[in-house]
């Protein structure tokens, strides 16, 4: 797969909460080539300071205006700078990068699972599902009701959309986690059906856990701190299985950020 290294113009930036945004970028053969569960590394300054690139996932693509969207929360220098951006100024923007979610096509059902911010590659992954006329059933859970983004389009997207806040302030009260074990235990989700995930680590660990109890099988996209991009720092490295003893490091932005969640290590 073609990697480019673009200048990207800021087409739109919206301010979504307090400290969540919202930016599409127009960056030409990268919006063409992109696939859900991949990401892009993105350049905030021209200067020195910071002097890394930071990694943002794929919300959606328009490919016929070379677009792409990613969301960001305000978390440090480098996306407070992104979040002084204006419509027009350029980014520089390397992608797409990392290997996406595997696509069989054979079922007709799919569950997508979903935790705060780090959400949006389910919602790239919507996108293309209801382009192939799947059934898609997303659970989605965030802090409270002012996280939970683009909650309109996500009802366009899926057959079913199952929210939960951990201050019951929207959709069930509590994790999201327990809300698919309580539908899997009551025998509303059948067997047998793939699943993608994407969020914070400990509710992928759940998730995973959760999955192999019930012998479903997941795909979960992993969130690390990561320098380039490209698997040239080896900063993103994760434990995963090669045998039944015996383990390997794989790297996030290289041989993931998706990985079948059966082959990786956990450690709480």
Known sequence: MSLYNKKGEIKYLNKLT????????????ISKSCHPGQFVMIRVSENYDPLLRRPFSILKTISEDG????????????????????????LDVL??????????????NYILIGGGIG?????????????EKKNITLYYGTKKKEE??????????????????EDGSLGEKGLISD????????????????VFSCGPKPMLEKISSI??????????????????????????????????????YKLVCK????FNSNIILWEG
């Open 119 to 131: 959400f949006p590659p389910l919602f790239f992954m919507a996108d293309f599902l209801k382009n």
């Open 255 to 258: 041989d993931g950020p998706v």
């Open 95 to 108: 992608g797409p990068l990392g290997k996406g979610f595997k696509f069989s096509g054979k079922d007709e």
């Open 67 to 90: 677009i792409i969207e990613v969301v960001f929360k305000v978390v440090g220098k480098g996306t407070k700078i992104l979040s002084e951006k204006i419509r027009g100024d350029s």
């Open 179 to 194: 809300v698919f074990i309580k539908d899997l235990d009551a025998g509303i989700i059948q067997s047998n059906l793939e």
């Open 148 to 165: 939970i983004l683009f909650e309109k389009e996500l009802q366009e997207r899926c057959t079913k959309l199952i929210l939960a806040t």
């Open 18 to 29: 307090d400290d969540i945004y919202h930016i599409g970028i127009e960056c030409g053969e």
């Open 211 to 248: 999955c192999e109890k019930f012998d479903l099988k997941l795909q979960v996209s992993l969130e690390n701190v990561m320098a380039c991009g490209t698997g040239l720092c080896q900063g993103c490295a994760v434990k995963i299985k090669n045998s039944e003893e015996d383990y390997e």
